[in-house]
């Protein structure tokens, strides 16, 4: 069993088909070597299940994992990792959120919960302290995220017990299913909510006593709090997301031509910025900041609207990609509707990203004639129309109609409609691009073709170097033409995957960078609470090793160059108009650099070679 700090040691494994609990302690060597988080999460699938299951098959695995700083009474540290083979892609699938259920599963006493197995009816999971219940949750079955939390609570007579669960959007096995927490909080990329869906899983609850976490040096923990608490209160871009949230963004994105405009046609227009924006928010619709266990910083919104069509209760408010998902790509002006969007997203367990993207595409099908008012149940699918977004967003919920065409995301839906509808379906490999253009920046093509969860900006934010951020601790001392697309590129990327491999394992939220640490820091906080005498070029290598290990479920899976692309429309369409005008990413000249950095042959797949190098031999 792991002796290192940080660590309960222990992971709870559920077999739904059986009805069965067991614990299995995790070993020291596989700590080290995993860390934690979608590290730990990607050995367990890998012990546990063939890659090349249907996600839907009963013995398809979720894996939801803390890591070794979760839990500790610092901003950052309150996160966690939902693994399984994606719905949306078939590939790896991984999706994060923040607020209280990461820390609550250490607190009930374990890093990690394992889930496999069918229930042969609708049921809600119990952990208490160490001990595992299957209850039933028949009750439970079409009610939203917000309704179950409070049911829950009410059956468990117990306020504090802190849930996790799925929308309608889940239970109907949408490609584009959230998993969502503490009031709005969603780990919500690739459709993992709908691998609860498949299992008839509507909910996990936790309560646990439980919540010292054992740290190896306290008083050098102490000291680097101090260090950090001070760093994130001078640090301005910290202040920003305190007070205006993600979308704080949204003026300088727009004049960097970066925020999609039309289903990705248009450069970024400015006339948006004055009315959808996180400044905008907090001068309007702002009641308050929502703050994760032990986080100064503050970045959640809580918004309200009072009054009129679009009222909506205090609750979780949008954040940027929401914003620019349900606004600005859709043409959608009105900050009030996409509050409310957001909120019923979160009520039906939707990624907004998916939800805001498959929408603009089918207005954009509408647009062209290729969807009519007969396929679309007699709705009006024009650009900006709200009263269209909400209408296909609930038919969505249900898979009903237009929302059954819709309800697996952009691939599925253009393959379905043809008639040339891929050259406008935004997506690499099956998962929608999050709002991030890179025509604006080029990385950003590289980066979301080689991203094992297909378009993600979250396992590698490039574009800060290309706008003069450098992290010198681990080789990137300079910044970069945001235009060029060449071999520095190629190599940024390559580096802040290993590194984002790191924090997804270590499980912190990435806003940490923006509050003056670097993986310098990180080193010696890992270090003070567990004990190791770990350094940059060891952690570093960790993340080299987990990137490797989640590409190479996708290999299994059958993935390779051939899906490491970018949508027709960002290679072969330049704007006319923004701060990205003229302006195109060539990807094959960031590609072949980039495979051979990381040591795969020129179809994509890792070498054996780095595969030893990487201690991996048992998974050529």
């Not at 959120?97 to 809600?124: H, M, S, T």
């Not at 900006?384 to 929302?403: C, M, P, S, T």
């Not at 350094?535 to 160059?561: A, P």
Request: net charge neutral.
């Amino acid at each position: 069993m792991v002796t290192a700090g940080g660590y309960k040691g222990r992971v709870l494994y559920v077999d739904l088909s059986e009805g069965s609990f067991k614990t299995k302690e995790i070993e020291e060597r596989d700590a080290r070597t995993f860390l934690g988080g979608s590290g730990l999460g990607a050995k367990i699938l890998f012990d546990e299940m063939d890659p090349k299951l249907d996600p839907f098959d009963p013995g398809s695995v979720i894996v939801y994992a803390t890591g070794p700083l979760v839990g500790l009474p610092f901003s950052y540290c309150a996160r966690y990792v939902v693994c399984g083979k994606s719905p949306a892609t078939g590939g790896w699938g991984e999706a994060h959120a923040a607020g209280y259920w990461g820390p609550e599963l250490k607190a009930a006493g374990f890093d990690g919960l394992v889930i496999k197995g069918q229930a042969q009816n609708p049921i809600f999971l119990f952990i208490n302290d160490g001990h595992g219940e299957i209850r039933d949750a028949k009750h439970l079955w079409r009610k939203d995220t917000f309704e179950i939390e409070m049911m829950i609570r009410e059956e468990l007579q117990d306020k504090n017990v802190r849930v996790l669960s799925i929308g309608e959007a889940g239970e109907r096995l949408s490609k584009m299913a959230a998993i969502m927490s503490d009031g709005g909080r969603a780990a919500a990329r690739q459709g993992l909510g709908a691998l609860m869906g498949a299992k008839n899983l509507k909910a996990i609850a936790l309560k646990g006593s439980d919540r010292a976490i054992k740290v190896n040096n306290p008083e050098r923990l102490e000291e680097f709090k101090r260090e950090a608490n001070q760093a994130i209160k001078e640090n301005p871009t910290a202040k920003m997301l305190h007070d205006f949230g993600t979308g704080w963004v949204v003026p300088a994105l727009t004049d960097f031509g970066d925020v999609p405009t039309k289903n990705w046609s248009l450069g970024s227009p400015k006339e948006f910025v004055e009315k959808l924006s996180g400044q905008v928010m907090a001068q309007k619709y702002l009641s308050g900041q929502y703050h994760c266990r032990a986080c100064m910083v503050g970045c959640g919104r809580i918004a309200e609207v009072k009054e009129g069509i679009y009222k909506t209760p205090n609750s979780m408010g949008p954040e940027y990609e929401t914003i620019a998902a349900f606004g600005q790509n859709c043409m959608n002006e009105d900050l009030e509707s996409v509050i409310k969007m957001n909120y019923l997203s979160n009520a039906y367990g939707l990624d907004t990203i998916s939800a805001g993207s498959v929408i603009a595409f089918a207005m954009e099908c509408y647009e062209k004639g290729f969807l009519t008012k007969k396929d679309t149940d007699g709705i009006e699918l024009t650009w900006g129309n709200q009263k269209a977004i909400f209408d296909i967003l609930e038919k969505i919920k249900k898979r009903e109609g237009i929302g059954d065409l819709l309800a697996d995301g952009v691939k599925v839906a253009s393959e379905k409609i043809g008639r040339g509808s891929d050259k406008f379906a935004v997506h690499v490999k099956g998962l929608e691009l999050p709002m991030h253009d890179p025509r604006a920046f080029a990385s950003w093509a590289i980066a979301f073709a080689t991203a094992n969860r297909g378009a993600c900006h979250n396992q590698a934010i490039t574009y800060g170097i290309e706008r003069g951020v450098t992290y010198p601790d681990i080789g990137i001392d300079k910044s970069l033409d945001r235009f060029a697309s060449d071999e520095s590129k190629s190599r940024i990327t390559k580096i802040m995957q290993d590194f984002y491999s790191v924090l997804e394992s270590l499980v912190v939220c990435k806003f940490v960078l923006y509050g003056g640490l670097r993986l310098t820091h990180l080193t010696k906080l890992l270090n003070a609470v567990t004990g190791w005498d770990a350094d940059i070029d060891e952690l570093m290598k960790t993340g080299e090793r987990l990137y490797n290990l989640n590409r190479v479920f996708n290999v299994r899976c059958g993935m390779s160059r051939k899906d490491d692309t970018v949508p027709w429309r960002i290679a072969n369409e330049p704007f006319t108009e923004g701060g990205a005008k003229g302006h195109l990413p060539a990807l094959e000249k960031m590609l072949d650099p980039y495979y051979e950095m990381r040591g795969w042959d020129q179809n994509g797949i890792p070498g054996r070679e780095k595969l030893r190098e990487l201690s991996l031999e048992k998974y050529l």
